[in-house]
């Protein structure tokens, strides 16, 4: 069994548009990440990067969580190796922060337990939608472990520093409809509409140019994760929009699709 699972299904309705699905498959173990794991979780998003069809990834888990965290057994021998530990947690860094740089729009599909690792992997998502029985937190200080993996910085940044603060030192888990007014997920759907609903969110993405989604995405990732003032977002904002209003075919079609009171055929160029 491997333990990411990568899959593409086309959009109904779109003509060479597809979802990715990359989910997290220890189920027995509810997900928890092992450094394999990291490792073909970082294939599965190269393997998004370099297919263009791609106009959504979703990022779940199988089973009944979408994932407890790291591989607490694993750790015992792991922390041991001054070498090795800081190495893992670097690879985990970098394979989840590159949803954050995907061109495409990286949704978690949150399914069940949420925890640790598994709360900085939502938190590199660009958002999140969860099923009524999902249950998320930090809890690395509930066994002795801190964050490493990113949560000690994004989720104050997501939520605020006070409900960051009280997250992290209880190792409490929100239910899915606290979660969503914390600002954790976008939206809480019934469990087993959860696929529908992320099915449905494609197939408005799928009607965007591509090229102008991969622009948004990038100026406001970068606005929020540098922490720029509104002048200097502001500054990033305009620039961006002027080269690809004035350079792209997308823009002039969209706006020709609009006249001619037509459907747009947007080429991503």
């Known amino acids: 069994m491997t333990e990411v699972e990568y899959r593409t299904e086309p959009i109904a309705g779109f003509e060479d548009a597809t979802t990715a699905t990359i989910a997290l498959n220890r189920p027995d173990e509810l997900n928890a990440m092992s450094w394999d794991m990291i490792r073909a979780f970082d294939a599965a998003v190269t393997q998004v990067d370099a297919d263009r069809s791609v106009r959504t990834v979703f990022v779940t888990g199988t089973g009944r969580a979408f994932s407890a965290g790291g591989d607490l057994k694993g750790y015992l021998e792991l922390q041991r190796d001054a070498q090795r530990f800081p190495e893992f947690v670097t690879d985990l860094h970098v394979a989840f922060g590159r949803l954050r740089k995907l061109r495409v729009p990286a949704v978690a599909l949150v399914n069940g337990v949420t925890a640790a690792g598994g709360l900085e992997l939502l938190l590199n998502c660009d958002f999140a939608i969860a099923a009524e029985s999902a249950r998320i937190g930090d809890g690395h200080l509930n066994f002795g472990q801190m964050g490493g993996g990113g949560v000690l910085t994004l989720l104050a940044r997501m939520i605020g520093i006070a409900r960051a603060s ?4 209880t190792g409490a888990l929100l239910d899915a409809r606290t979660a969503a007014e914390w600002g954790l997920v976008s939206r809480v759907v019934p469990d087993d509409e959860l696929a529908q609903e992320g099915m449905r969110l494609a197939a408005h993405i ?15 990732n970068t606005i ?3 922490n720029l003032s509104v002048d200097s977002g ?3 904002e305009l620039d961006r929009n002027a080269l690809y209003c004035l350079t792209s075919e997308d823009a002039p079609e969209g706006l020709q699709a609009f006249s001619e009171k037509r459907a747009p055929r947007f080429t991503g160029r």
């Open 224 to 226: 929020w994760a540098q």
């Open 166 to 169: 009280e997250l992290v030192m």
């Open 206 to 220: 799928a009607g965007k140019s591509p090229l102008a989604m991969a622009n948004a995405k990038d100026v406001m």
């Open 234 to 236: 502001l500054r990033v």
